[in-house]
């Protein structure tokens, strides 16, 4: 096994969200109550048993991160204790083994380091998508959790979510379909709740909108949010608002939005429900914020069979969103000061 320390010849610029296969994966297993210390392994594949709570039941999850090159070359990710908490707070609610912080931490550090050829350089725009997985392998027929487990972490390089460079201006259309229950699953990073979503998204497409806007399931009044990402609203009176839910993932973007609007911004910070039609009025700028859309602005939103448009007529990235997502980016790609302590230097050792 050898590890490259030339970057690959890529057109990073071109890059968009796609899985491109890189060298290595970490994989570690769970059985008999322990983990094993994990290996990196060459091959993408996962031989799977037939009967894997993962394939029929969704016994599964998943987390999201980024690894961005800084102008200093040092490779740095963003807040990854939240992801490692978020992923055992999933792992509780599907009756899955908590992953240790520490094997967590270790094998998206070793999975980066492995592909280091793959790692976009600084100044591309591009950067290393992370996605650590955590599905029941072992076999079963009746509805019970597994017995075997498999903590994985493979990485991509990708560019936007959306398709053109830079923040795109996007368009969400209110949903017919519910994405969550109030008690169910909403708040966890399971990918059953993605399945779910597939065709509300092809409907929202179908309306020529990016993606689906859920609002919530029990009285299709308050927003929710979009299909992966969490929605921020800049509102008349300097205020900055973000949907309260149980039903919601609780974005590490949106956390770190909030706390630069407010700090930086001198905003008003709010976390409430945000009911969508009595307070369009409002609405200055809206953007849907996650780890892969980053801080997209939304331009239009479609409810009850009409548009409605934000700054710019819906056309162009209001003042208060380009300020969050210089900032927020700034940060995360080493070029601003970083006061909170949210980078996380990957060692290349
Ligand atoms: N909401 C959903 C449904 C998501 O898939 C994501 C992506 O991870 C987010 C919100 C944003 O979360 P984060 O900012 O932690 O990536
Ligand atoms: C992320 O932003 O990391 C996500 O997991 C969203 C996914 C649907 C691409």
Redesign the pocket.
């Known amino acids: 096994m050898s590890i490259s320390k030339a970057k690959q010849e890529l057109n990073w610029a071109e890059l968009g969200f796609q899985y491109r296969q890189t060298d290595f994966r970490f994989s570690a297993t769970y059985s008999d109550g322990a983990w094993s210390a994990g290996e990196l392994l060459e091959s993408p594949l996962i031989a799977v048993h037939e009967g894997a709570p993962a394939l029929h039941y969704a016994q599964q999850c998943f987390?999201?991160?980024k690894a961005q090159t800084a102008p200093d070359g040092r490779v740095l990710l963003f807040r990854p204790e939240?992801?490692s908490e978020?992923m055992n707070q999933t792992a509780e609610r599907l009756l899955m083994p908590q992953v240790p912080v520490e094997l967590f931490l270790r094998g998206v550090e070793a999975a980066v380091r492995a592909n280091y050829a793959w790692i976009p350089p600084h100044g591309s725009g591009a950067s290393l998508y992370i996605r650590p997985m955590l599905i029941g392998v072992g076999e079963n027929l009746g509805l019970r959790p597994a017995r075997t487990f498999e903590f994985r972490v493979f990485v991509s390089p990708v560019g936007p979510y959306y398709k053109s460079a830079g923040m795109a201006v996007i368009s969400l259309a209110v949903s017919e379909f519910d994405?969550a229950a109030p008690a169910g699953t909403?708040a966890f990073?399971a990918g059953a709740?993605?399945a779910g979503?597939l065709l509300a998204t092809r409907h929202a497409q179908a309306l020529g909108a990016n993606e689906a806007l859920y609002l919530d399931s029990k009285t299709r009044t308050y927003i929710d949010?979009?299909?992966?990402?969490?929605i921020v609203v800049a509102m008349k009176g300097n205020r900055f608002v973000s949907p309260k839910s149980n039903a919601?993932?609780?974005?590490?973007?949106?956390?770190?939005v909030m706390t630069l609007a407010e700090e930086q911004m001198k905003m008003q910070v709010e976390n409430r429900p945000i009911d969508l039609r009595a307070e369009l009025p409002e609405f200055e700028e809206v953007a849907a914020?996650?780890?892969?859309?980053v801080l997209s602005p939304v331009g239009r939103i479609w409810v009850d069979g009409e548009w409605h448009a934000f700054y710019g007529n819906g056309e162009k990235v209001g003042p208060v969103m380009q300020k969050l997502f210089d900032l927020l980016v700034g940060i995360q790609r080493g070029e601003l000061a970083d006061v909170h302590g949210w980078t996380h230097e990957v060692p290349m050792e």
């Open positions: 987390e999201g991160m939240l992801n978020r994405r909403g990073k709740n993605y979503g949010e979009a299909g992966s990402a969490n919601i993932l609780p974005s590490v973007t949106r956390r770190s914020c996650g780890t892969a859309a």
